[in-house]
């Protein structure tokens, strides 16, 4: 009889340690557990020795993954995310998934500034956009 109790209280204990949730880090979990850290977005904020291309007739002649970051107008939707940009120095097609838009919609007198790398095919370059971000 005692045999079968112990067995039954070590299956029971077993039982309920696995049942019991882990912490998102792992370890001790319970009432007097500290709050898990979070830890901040960061990164470098400073001069860059890659040139960041800033209008439409620079990334028209722009090498393949040149990057850019231009402040314009979406002036029309060409289809399949891709849309047509302008800025004071010319027009360029742009190519946005919809996973870049992070919620903001535009019309065409939204002035906006996009961030991304020049795309060149044979004759043709276009902008595969990374960010969309209201201009100020």
Excluded: C
């Excluded at 005692?2 to 070590?10: D, G, I, Q, R």
């Excluded at 470098?44 to 620079?58: I, M, Q």
């Amino acid at each position: 009889m005692k045999k079968l109790l112990a067995a039954s209280v070590l299956m029971f204990s077993s039982m309920s340690v696995m049942a019991a949730p882990q912490s998102a880090q792992g370890g001790f979990s319970g009432p007097n557990e500290a709050a898990p850290l979070t830890q901040a977005q960061g990164g470098f904020n400073g001069p860059s020795a890659v040139p960041v291309l800033n209008t439409v007739k620079a990334a028209l002649h722009a090498d393949e993954n040149a990057t850019v970051e231009l402040t314009g107008y979406i002036i029309s939707s060409i289809g399949n995310e891709e849309y047509m940009f302008k800025d004071v120095t010319g027009e360029i097609k742009i190519e946005i998934d919809k996973k870049d838009w992070h919620g903001i919609t535009v019309t065409p007198t939204t002035k906006i500034i996009i961030r991304g790398e020049v795309d060149k095919d044979w004759t043709v370059r276009t902008i595969d956009v990374e960010t969309v971000a209201l201009a100020k």
